[in-house]
Antibody, heavy 117, light 108 residues
Framework: EVQLLESGGGLVQPGGSLRVSCAAAGFTFSDYAMSWVRQAPGKGLEWVSGISGSGGHTYYADSVRGRFIISRSNFRNTLYLQLNSLRAEDTAVYYC??????????WGQGTRVTVSP | SSELTQPPSVSVSPGQTARITCSGDVLSKKYAYWYQQKSGQAPILVIYDDTKRPSGIPERFSGSSSGTVATLTISGAQMEDEADYYCDSTDISGDQRVFGGGTKLTVL
């Protein structure tokens, strides 16, 4: 079964850092670009970042460029998002999703990140 | 502009046809994608490449696109179709994805 499982969310203070992960199963991970999408409480979806299958190309929304870093381990079938210099407005559920240019066809259940003193 | 605009809400009676629009200049050059998100759940892809339906998505879901407007149509909407629906696409450069603001579909 194709599956994505996020982990690593939690409560962090403003200015702090956190790394969230997404474990993939049921497909050849390295064949697919991957993305992170977030959803603030009561708000819509916001694409955050994408990465090519090899990991050689990375892409960011303007709102997170320079603060967040996307990476992947094709050996471990895992996608990562390093969140630095966190702000209150980064509070959201963070979803990983399979795909980037050609749409997002499989989504995980999300991990919640709360930025608060 | 890479912005995508959706109506905040659409209401239909069961069995009627629901149409949700998504407008943006980028749609004249890039494909539209549609996602369904039920309360408390992760989104799922219901339409890709403007008109294609992933396996497992009911045939009552269809998509179309003309010029700068993409449309998601649910023919014979059912109570279980109540959800938020989001369109998305890529920006002109292909370096970012952009979502519409979402449309809450009410079937009652």
């Amino acid at each position: 079964e194709v599956q994505l499982l996020e982990s690593g969310g939690g409560l962090v203070q403003p200015g702090g850092s956190l790394r969230v992960s997404c474990a993939a199963a049921g497909f050849t991970f390295s064949d697919y670009a991957m993305s992170w999408v977030r959803q603030a409480p009561g708000k819509g979806l916001e694409w955050v970042s994408g990465i090519s299958g090899s990991g050689g190309h990375t892409y960011y929304a303007d709102s997170v460029r320079g603060r967040f870093i996307i990476s992947r381990s094709n050996f471990r079938n895992t996608l990562y998002l390093q969140l630095n210099s966190l702000r209150a407005e980064d509070t959201a559920v963070y979803y990983c999703a399979r795909g980037f240019i050609d749409g997002l066809d499989i989504w995980g259940q999300g991990t919640r990140v709360t930025v608060s003193p | 502009s890479s912005e995508l605009t959706q109506p905040p809400s659409v209401s239909v009676s069961p069995g009627q046809t629901a149409r949700i629009t998504c407008s943006g200049d980028v749609l004249s050059k890039k494909y539209a994608y549609w996602y369904q998100q039920k309360s408390g759940q992760a989104p799922i892809l219901v339409i890709y490449d403007d008109t294609k339906r992933p396996s497992g998505i009911p045939e009552r879901f269809s998509g179309s696109s003309s010029g700068t407007v993409a449309t998601l149509t649910i023919s014979g909407a059912q109570m279980e179709d109540e959800a938020d629906y989001y369109c998305d696409s890529t920006d002109i450069s292909g370096d970012q994805r952009v979502f519409g603001g979402g449309t809450k579909l009410t079937v009652l």
